[in-house]
């Protein structure tokens, strides 16, 4: 279905489109320069001895501590590690102190009356919430003791110390509203507080005059957030600020100058990670903007020191890309007036062992992601003998469901049921207008992908899709990739949270257009910016849930999709006619084997 679109009026819609989101930028709401302290620069630090994503950080006796995440030797990922290393200012060398008790990512981590705690966090790749273990480390002897369990296992929360006790706040698992403190002279756990209004993971939490802030993080099916809510244990009592200028997950904040600074962070839905360095004054209940972090990335902690703000490691690329995109970066907000970081002037202390610190030249961008190349199947043994009833070689879908039942993908119905009768070759029927639920796109994707790494028989991510069900496996593959998400549990009567709380897939709920489009570019590794003002289709426009994957596959795989000519019921024309996309109908056989064989397989020819 042609869109009707000359050259000339291409050109003409962008210009024009860029004119607009010029204007609106200029009229927009969003913060145009900082009112305070905005000055300062960015510099480096000695970089870390590991590469590593998704740790914690903690500052004690003067030095930087950060403990477990995702880690490699380069940008890689090779496993989660325990390596408990802490930066000294005064030499800019890093030293190993004793390791963690247990591999861990998505930690807490926090210092309080002179030790470090470190809590939850997920001990493997399964990403399995069942780590309710504390550990305390004491900096004297080098040496870390267990404390009392939190209440239930925890994950991508945040950790703080306010006014002698440990809050633990946000992140996945039972509870995982519930306010959780600890008080270290009593070694006991208390979930009596104020629940955090906001339920959210992969936040950011920070103490202000003696005040708990917490900041964006996401939660499905909504996705970032840019909530900010604050507590005060004086009341036991939570109240709204101001909104973060940028919504995102995967952050960091740190208290500095009475103010909140935030930085990083990561958006699932485009792979994209944030640079954007805003500034929180809880005495004018205000949001500013200030020169961005050099390195943009995510899963990223930071401390501050000696007035200085350290932003350190994490992953260059969003989601499940983090696994190749690793950093050991350390980059540093020195304040007006402030001086570099030191020359290393003396050897670190003679009762640790001394990591040789590697030399590493940064970009102010992030290093480019070649995503695999998208696997193409093996040779069809010829000839291939397969032909659908109800699509023959004349019709639109043939060349697409024969390309993919060729290569197993897909199947048939048998014939002889009632309005399919069976022909002299008792070919089967495609039904290229049956609508395709969610669990059979999830199947068709993953095997189109050539995902087919095996997955650990225990896991589970979703309420509704148990182990050894028709679609696990595949659901499991696309989940573990970041490329699908579900539905918050306990919204709907008829799905109650377990134990984990784990989300529901709906594997039988019909897919729609938009979804198909999601689904597939994340699964292609399509990556590319689309510029703000294109859109292709009338309904589906920037900003719109599936506009920047529309715009990605009509990029990439030209004549996988079209659209549907303007001028009908309640679809009217624009000044450039363009089609409309429907994101939101329901999803048939036939236009998913299109779309999904012209983007896996372009060339696909069979005899």
Request: aromatic share 10%; proline share 11%; glycine share 12%.
């Amino acid at each position: 279905m042609g869109n009707g679109i000359s050259t000339g009026a291409v050109l003409l819609r962008l210009s024009f489109g860029v004119l607009l989101a010029a204007l609106a930028l200029a009229f927009s709401g969003e913060p145009q320069a900082a009112p305070f302290g905005g000055t300062g620069y960015w510099t480096t630090a000695a970089p870390m001895p590991i590469y590593r994503s998704e740790m914690a950080a903690a500052v004690l006796d003067e030095r930087i501590y950060v403990g477990g995440g995702l880690a490699g030797d380069t940008q890689i990922f090779t496993g989660t590690t325990s390596a408990f290393q802490y930066y000294d200012p005064t030499t800019n060398t890093w030293t190993n102190a004793a390791p963690m008790p247990a591999p861990l990512h998505h930690l807490g981590m926090a210092a309080l009356g002179g030790r470090i705690y470190v809590t939850g966090g997920y001990d493997g790749e399964d990403f399995n919430v069942d780590v309710k273990a504390a550990w305390a480390y004491d900096p004297a002897a080098n040496a870390w003791s267990s404390i009392a369990d939190m209440p239930y296992p925890r994950a991508a929360h945040a950790s703080a110390a306010v006014g002698g006790l440990l809050y633990v706040v946000g992140g996945v698992g039972t509870g995982n509203t519930q306010l959780w403190t600890y008080d270290p002279a009593t070694n006991t756990w208390d979930t009596s507080r104020a629940p955090l209004p906001t339920p959210r993971e992969h936040l950011t939490a920070a103490e202000a005059g003696g005040k708990l802030y917490v900041i964006a993080g996401r939660w499905f099916p909504g996705g970032n957030l840019a909530t900010v809510e604050e507590y005060d244990p004086a009341t036991d009592t939570w109240t709204p600020r101001a909104s973060i200028p940028t919504a995102r997950s995967g952050l960091t904040s740190a208290a500095l100058d009475g103010r909140i600074h935030v930085t990083g962070g990561e958006d699932l839905s485009t792979s994209n990670t944030f640079p954007q360095h805003e500034v929180y004054d809880p005495a004018t209940g205000t949001w500013a903007t200030f020169p961005p972090l050099p390195t943009s990335r995510h899963g990223l902690p930071s401390a501050v020191l000696g007035g200085r703000w350290y932003v350190i490691g994490g992953g260059l690329l969003a989601g499940n890309l983090t696994y190749s995109s690793l950093t050991n970066i350390v980059e540093v907000r020195v304040p007006e007036g402030g001086t570099p970081t030191p020359t290393i002037t003396s050897a670190p202390s003679a009762t640790a062992t001394p990591v040789a610190t590697r030399t590493a030249t940064r970009t102010a961008t992030r290093t480019p992601f070649v995503p695999t190349p998208i696997p193409t199947a093996p040779p069809t043994p010829a000839p291939c003998t397969i032909q659908f009833a109800d699509v023959p070689p004349d019709h639109t879908f043939y060349p697409y469901a024969r390309c993919l039942a060729c290569r197993g993908i897909v199947a048939g119905y048998p014939c002889g049921g009632e309005g399919e009768p069976c022909n002299p070759a008792n070919d089967p029927y495609f039904r290229p207008n049956t609508p395709v639920t969610r669990g059979q796109l999830a199947k068709l994707v993953s095997e189109s992908a050539g995902f087919a790494e095996v997955v650990p028989p225990g896991r589970q991510t979703f309420a509704d899709v148990l182990y050894g069900s028709t679609f696990w496996e595949w659901v499991e593959r696309l989940s573990g990739r970041n490329i699908i998400d579900g539905y918050l549990c306990g919204t709907d009567p008829n799905e109650p949270c377990d134990d984990q709380d784990r989300p529901y897939f709906r594997p039988g709920n019909g897919a729609t257009r938009g979804q198909l489009t999601k689904i597939v570019a994340e699964a292609a590794g399509f990556l590319d910016d689309i510029p703000p003002a294109q859109f292709t289709f009338a309904d589906v426009q920037y900003g719109s849930t599936f506009w920047l994957y529309v715009e990605r596959l009509l990029l990439n795989s030209p004549g996988a999709m079209g659209g549907y000519d303007c001028g009908g019921p309640g679809e009217p024309c624009d000044p450039f006619n363009r089609p409309y996309f429907r994101p939101n109908n329901p999803l048939t056989r036939g236009q998913t084997a299109k779309i999904v064989s012209s983007t896996f397989f372009p060339a696909c020819a069979l005899p």
